[in-house]
Nanobody
Framework: QVQLVESGGGLVQAGGSLRLSCAASGRTFNRHTMGWFRQVPGKEREFVATINWTGGSTDYADSVKGRFTISRDNAKNTVYLQMNNLKPEDTAVYYC????????????????WGKGTLVTVSS
């Protein structure tokens, strides 16, 4: 059974940093794109970042570009999201996702989802 388990969320002041991790189990994803989405209650889940299977290609939402960095360790079947200079508008539940499609930002193209980790940024 495939599981994606996020960790690293929490409460941080504006301007601070957090590092999210997502560990996959049940199968290896070293040929899949891995990524992060986020969702605020009452709003659609939105794309944050993805990284291809080699780690050589990344994609970011404009709202996080320059502040967030996605990376992965295929040996550990884990993807990370380093979040710097956090803003109150980054407050959301962050979800890890895996896709067999190399360049998609679309939720519908994600094959597996984690249950999410809450990030709260205070002003």
């Amino acid at each position: 059974q495939v599981q994606l388990v996020e960790s690293g969320g929490g409460l941080v002041q504006a301007g601070g940093s957090l590092r999210l991790s997502c560990a996959a189990s049940g199968r290896t994803f070293n040929r899949h794109t891995m990524g992060w989405f986020r969702q605020v209650p009452g709003k659609e889940r939105e794309f944050v970042a993805t990284i291809n299977w080699t780690g050589g290609s990344t994609d970011y939402a404009d709202s996080v570009k320059g502040r967030f960095t996605i990376s992965r360790d295929n040996a550990k079947n884990t993807v990370y999201l380093q979040m710097n200079n956090l803003k109150p508008e980054d407050t959301a539940v962050y979800y890890c996702a895996v896709s067999a499609i190399s360049t998609s930002r679309l939720k519908v193209d994600m094959d597996y989802w984690g249950k999410g980790t809450l990030v709260t940024v205070s002003s």
